[in-house]
């Protein structure tokens, strides 16, 4: 497991741009090894998988997004980043940073705070 701080939500009008951030409390080689990703909720929603990237890189998007959101890393930085451009209202949710790694045949999870995305005019 490794502490996840996230930042960047806010308010923005549809079309527009944010860039959410997820720093780790991890060295470099520690947090290579975990799969990252975003998740986010709406109310009365089920928390849904946005992005995601593995260890070696391979990048998994939502078909509602694939094409307006990049998923990154920064490995001297211990940091993801989720670009979203060209947002929708339907965006708009609570967005969770997600690590995680398999260990004995069993996934573990941890989990930043969340950060509110809205998008409206």
């Known amino acids: 497991q490794v502490q996840l701080v996230e930042s960047g939500g806010g308010l923005v009008q549809p079309g527009g741009s944010l860039r959410l951030s997820c720093a780790a409390a991890?060295?470099?080689?520690?947090?290579?090894?975990?799969?990252m990703g975003w998740y986010r909720q709406a109310p009365g929603k089920q928390r849904e998988l946005v992005a995601a990237i593995t260890s070696a890189g391979t990048t998994n998007y939502a078909d509602s997004v694939k094409g307006r959101f990049t998923l990154s890393r920064d490995y001297t930085k211990n940091t993801m980043y989720l670009q979203m451009n060209s947002l929708k209202p339907e965006d708009t949710a609570v967005y969770y940073c997600n690590a995680n790694r398999l260990r004995s045949g069993v996934r573990y999870d941890s989990w930043g705070q969340g950060t509110q995305v809205t998008v409206s005019s």
């Open positions: 991890a060295s470099g080689s520690i947090f290579s090894i975990y799969t």
